[in-house]
């Protein structure tokens, strides 16, 4: 019965010391600390969540699903590109994003489409023969050095793509504090930046069916 009541008193001075002094003094260096502590939390896990890519792939289907064969020939493309280019993020590891495209309708609505949907930056695509075809009459594909279009490995053909990059303009230069008369300067950069990951990506693919 003595041990029962002590620990009801305790649990008594607790409350009170917890509700009259503790939250009544110090419920705002509380408050912000939790805040400032659930802040960090989150912070932290956004970047380890968050990947900044060197690479970036694009897999066309020729059709309006994303089979499981599809899934695992994009993983597939993704260990292989991470093998043979060069790591540019300073992070030590080659991180490749391949992402899927459904063609869908072999239309010419669909293929003007197909163009609009690339991911800028993308310098490699997998996709089928036929797909490769039609890129390549545009001027999309960048020739191997063996003078071959695409390569042709592991049930997969995939090939050097003639990227794109989104330049800066006037409202972008605002935005970032960039004076307007050094837009062109920033573009010419991005455009030389641009023509060193093809010609990288041109380089290393060649090198899997015997050129360079």
Known sequence: MADYESEKNAGARL???????????????????????????????????SVTYDWRAAYIVDGDVLSESDSAQMAQLERLLSEILP?????NSVDVDVYPIMRGDSGSGAENALIAVLVPETYVVAASKRTLEYLSSLGRLNPLYSG???????????????????????????AIGMKPDEIAEYNEQLKKQSAEK???????????????
Do not use: C, P
């Not at 790591?87 to 992070?91: I, M, S």
């Not at 049930?155 to 793509?161: D, I, P, Y």
């Open 15 to 49: 409350e009170y010391w917890l509700t009259n002094i503790f939250w009544y003094h110090y419920k705002w260096y509380w408050l912000i600390g939790v805040f400032v502590a659930t802040f960090a939390v989150l912070t932290i896990a956004d970047s380890i969540r």
């Open 87 to 91: 790591e540019r993020t300073g992070n």
């Open 148 to 174: 071959q279009e695409w390569v042709e490995r592991d049930g997969m053909t995939f090939a050097s793509l003639f990227g794109s990059y989104e330049q800066a303009n006037a409202e972008m230069a605002g």
């Open 198 to 212: 093809m010609g990288i990506v041109t380089r290393e693919l060649s090198k899997l069916v015997g050129g360079g």
